[in-house]
């Protein structure tokens, strides 16, 4: 199973991202996707999620109406587009693979990680 983000890059406040993961890989129609982020001297934290078929997601308090979390299959790909950047969402931003349903929040509950991609945004 590997997973590769791509996509981050310098942008200023108030602009926009879109992050790609491209997974290879088995996997069951029971997985969960989502993406995390991890801020210099701050934890990993939970950003969104969303299941096999893409018809059901969960977003952190702090993006919602921001960014959108989609997939397409047939790719074997998350997105995660960004919107209305704040400096504050400078981090590397890691997407993440549970191998079984449920939306989880906390970072132990993901089996699979790809090796992250810097986003910054400047003021």
């Known amino acids: 199973v590997q997973l590769v983000e791509s996509g981050g890059g310098l942008v200023q406040a108030g602009g926009s991202l879109r992050l790609s993961c491209a997974a290879s890989?088995?996997?069951?129609?029971?997985?969960?996707r989502a993406w995390f982020r991890q801020a210099p001297g701050k934890e990993r934290e939970f950003v969104a999620a969303i299941n096999w078929s893409g018809g059901s997601t969960y977003y952190a308090d702090f993006v919602k109406g921001r960014f959108t979390i989609s997939v397409d299959n047939a790719k074997f790909t998350v997105y995660l587009q960004m919107n209305s950047l704040k400096p504050d969402d400078t981090a590397v931003y890691y997407c993440?693979?549970?191998?079984?349903?449920?939306?989880?929040?906390?970072?132990?509950?993901?089996?699979?990680w790809g090796q992250g991609t810097q986003v910054t945004v400047s003021s």
């Open positions: 890989g088995v996997f069951s129609s029971s997985i969960t």
């Open positions: 993440a693979v549970r191998d079984r349903g449920g939306f989880e929040s906390q970072s132990g509950q993901y089996d699979y």
